[in-house]
């Protein structure tokens, strides 16, 4: 088991990743390149922490403890310092990327591992840019990383087994189950669930099905949580657009062309529950 993270990009995904691993008995060091991101990124694991106490979920004795193990910086030798493993979970941008894990690469020793927290680039791509790429590989963590259970690791052309293997004991450790997955774009999961939110956009635009039917239908038919529609209001259709997007222009599959329904809905901004509308009406 590793002693100490580097997580880099105090974001939604970064402090996430960084909460569970210091709820886990890990020391983090996060890193983000301005002050009010990686502050931004502290308070909101404060606040989840603060709600927990408040709840009696965990004890003041632990809570400052989990909070002792916890540091930000917008320095990156200092946040990669003695780290045994860096988690990357900086915006979706291979150059971006690229970038970071050659910087990385020259800071930590060789057998220190390096994950992306990448949902859609190729992991291959990334570790190309670094001298050791048989200790880079993908950690796919979903949202929100506290609650989700899921991680998909995946390896790109060069990872060492061991590397993958000693990751997922690292996922384990964290309170989450791993599954392996291969450097294709959409990993295991994204290429799925995108496939569900086209159908269900597209029984739409045809007129097959009403949102309300297919939400009931795949939940009452199929037991899902939730269904595919009200998870597109909330993740935002404009996103679940340029996931298709994407998923279509890596892989020419046409069953990822995305539905032309989605850009009528962008241009009359129904983008989900952040502006009120969606394929449903929030406004009530
Ligand atoms: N949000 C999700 O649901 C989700 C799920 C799975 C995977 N991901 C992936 O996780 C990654 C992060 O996504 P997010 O939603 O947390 O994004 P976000 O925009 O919330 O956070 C990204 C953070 O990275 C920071 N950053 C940019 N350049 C940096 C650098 N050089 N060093 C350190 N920090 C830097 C930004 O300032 C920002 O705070 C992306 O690759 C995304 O595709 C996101």
């Known amino acids: ?3 100490k993270l580097c997580v880099i990009g105090a974001g939604t995904m970064g402090a996430g990743i960084a909460q569970v691993a210091v709820e886990k008995g890990v020391e983090v060091t996060m890193r983000d390149v301005e002050d009010r991101f990686v502050e931004k990124g502290l308070s909101t694991i ?3 922490l603060g709600k927990k106490l408040e709840k009696g979920k965990v004890t003041k004795e632990d809570h400052d403890a989990i909070l002792g193990r916890l540091r930000g910086t917008t320095s990156l030798e200092e946040a990669a310092a003695g780290a045994d493993m860096v988690i990357e979970a900086v915006i979706e941008d291979t150059a971006l990327k ?3 894990f050659a910087e990385l690469d020259g800071l930590c020793a060789p057998s220190v591992i390096l994950a992306s927290n990448t949902s859609t680039l190729s992991i ?11 200790r880079v590989l993908g950690t796919h963590f979903f949202s929100p990383v506290p609650v989700m259970r899921l991680v998909e690791v995946i390896s790109g052309e060069k990872t060492d087994a061991k590397i993958v293997a000693a990751t997922i004991e690292v996922m384990g450790a964290f309170g989450k189950t791993a599954i392996k997955a291969k450097d294709v774009p959409g990993f295991i999961v994204n290429r799925f669930l995108c496939l569900l939110y086209n159908e269900a956009a597209d029984q739409i635009y045809k007129g097959y099905a009403t949102a309300q039917d297919i939400d009931l239908g795949l939940k009452l038919g199929s037991n899902h949580p939730m ?3 009200e998870i597109m209001d909330m993740a935002g259709v404009d996103v679940v657009n340029n996931a298709l997007k994407a998923l279509f222009e890596m892989t020419g599959e046409e069953r990822y062309r995305p539905s032309p329904l989605f850009e ?3 241009g009359e901004n129904r983008l989900g529950r952040k502006t009120g509308r969606g394929f449903y009406d929030y406004a009530k």
């Open 124 to 134: 291959t791509k990334i570790a190309s840019v670094t001298k050791h790429p048989e």
């Open 46 to 48: 404060r606040n989840f």
């Open 264 to 266: 009528q809905m962008i």
């Open 1 to 3: 088991m590793i002693k």
């Open 227 to 229: 269904g595919p529609v």
């Open 98 to 100: 690229q970038k970071v």
